[in-house]
Structure formats: structure tokens, C-alpha cells
């Protein structure tokens, strides 16, 4: 079965501090992705990477940042936390498909408050 | 913008009954996929159809995907109350850059 984990489940962080959240896939897939959910804008897409060291923004990029060293590891970075990036944070990965965007599967999320 | 939209919102039936969630999106797509959330956890992916397929089942899952109408429907034959969770449709556009995923229709199954 597919593994993909997430550092950590609950999260406490203050303004402006700098956080990592890591995530970990065991199934060689190129493709790893970030979510932000939010309670009535569902799942939006801050950050994909399709390879590594490559990144693409996604929707709302902005605040964040990536960084895909390992094809197992992508890492999401806020630089300075702030109380609007109060989230549930998901993971995910898949395989590169041949033109499409196929079968995605997430980690367990990190819920993210920032006081 | 949001290419996939679930409806109803919210459904609430009695185990054993049937329950039926729609889902709406606008443009051409490659495939369009089903998710299901449990509360506070991850999304796990049910079901997956190519727009050159009309129905595909998985256990008690069955979809069904209509092109023309650029919809979607899961239907979950009789519902248990483990089936209480959020169902997602997410769409791959012919167009897109990314899988799009709709808002969600939260179900609940009374026991």
C-alpha cells in the first residue's frame, strides 16, 4: 500500500516564526503535492512538484514556499507564520501519468494553528 | 475557479438506504475521481473514470459519468454508518495543470 506521511498531526506555532512541515511518500511517485483546506473553500492547491528540486505554484502560493531535495521528500515552508495560515495542511503524491493527472494519495494532514 | 461542484452539500439518510451525491464541472476532462475524508484525516480515493467510460463499480461504489451533461454521480448502495464522511469529486481538465477538487458533500449515515 501507498505510505505517504506527514511530520506531524497538530501543530502550535506563533506569529512569525518559520515553519517546516515535511512530507514523506514510499512509493518512487514523481509527482508530490500541498493542500491547504479551509472550512468552505475546500482543497486548494498551494505548491506540486514533479520532480526533483523542480516546484510549481499552485493557486495560493503566496507565504509559502517548497523544497523537494529527495524524490520521497517534499517540505512546505511558511517563512513567517501568520494567523491567516491557521489550516488543515494536506500531502500528497502520485505517479507521473502520460498527459493526465492520476489517482492522488494523502497523508493523515497537519492541523496548523498559528497564535 | 472551481470546476467541480458537489451537490447536495449535506445528505442524511438511515443505514441501509441508499445515498447519491452529484457532481457538476464545466469543461472537457480526462478523467474525473472520487475521494472520501473522514473527519480531521486525509483523503483516501475511491473510484477513478476516463471520460471514454459511462460507469464503473468498486464494492458497494458505483459512478457514473456523463460527458455531455459534464456530470458526475456516486452512488453508495446500502449505506453503513462507517460511510459517514466528506465525498469529493476532482477533476482533471483537458485544459487544467491540475487535479481541481470540488467543496464536498458531507454525508451522515444514522444507525
Known amino acids: 500500500d501507498v505510505k505517504v506521511t506527514q511530520s506531524s498531526r497538530y501543530l502550535v506555532k506563533r506569529t512569525g516564526e518559520k515553519v517546516f512541515l515535511e512530507c514523506v511518500q514510499d512509493?518512487?511517485?514523481?509527482?508530490m503535492f500541498w493542500y491547504r483546506q479551509d472550512p468552505g473553500l475546500g482543497l486548494r492547491l498551494i505548491y506540486f512538484?514533479?520532480?526533483?528540486?523542480?516546484?510549481e505554484k499552485g493557486d495560493i502560493p503566496e507565504g509559502y514556499s517548497v523544497s523537494r531535495e529527495k524524490k520521497e521528500r517534499f517540505s512546505l515552508i511558511l517563512e513567517s507564520a501568520s494567523t491567516n495560515q491557521t489550516s488543515m495542511y494536506l500531502c500528497a503524491s502520485s505517479f507521473l501519468g502520460g498527459g493526465a493527472w492520476e489517482t492522488q494519495y494523502f497523508g493523515p494532514g497537519t492541523r496548523l494553528l498559528v497564535l | 475557479s472551481q470546476q467541480g461542484e458537489e451537490d447536495p452539500q449535506a445528505l442524511s439518510i438511515q443505514e441501509g438506504e441508499n445515498a447519491t451525491m452529484n457532481c457538476s464541472y464545466k469543461?472537457?476532462?480526462?478523467?474525473l475521481q472520487w475521494y472520501r475524508q473522514n473527519s480531521g484525516r486525509g483523503l483516501v480515493h475511491l473510484i477513478l473514470?476516463?471520460?471514454?467510460?459511462r460507469e464503473k463499480h468498486s464494492g458497494r461504489l458505483r459512478v457514473t459519468l456523463d460527458t455531455s451533461k459534464k456530470s458526475s454521480s456516486l452512488l453508495i448502495t446500502a449505506s453503513r454508518a462507517a460511510d459517514t464522511a466528506s465525498y469529493f469529486c476532482?477533476?482533471?481538465?483537458?485544459?487544467?495543470?491540475?487535479?481541481?477538487f470540488g467543496e464536498g458533500t458531507q454525508l451522515t449515515v444514522n444507525p
Open positions: 469543461t472537457s476532462i480526462n478523467n
Open positions: 473514470i476516463r471520460s471514454n467510460e
Open positions: 512538484s514533479y520532480d526533483v528540486k523542480m516546484k
Open positions: 512509493m518512487d511517485h514523481e509527482n
Open positions: 476532482a477533476t482533471d481538465e483537458t485544459s487544467g495543470s491540475r487535479l481541481t
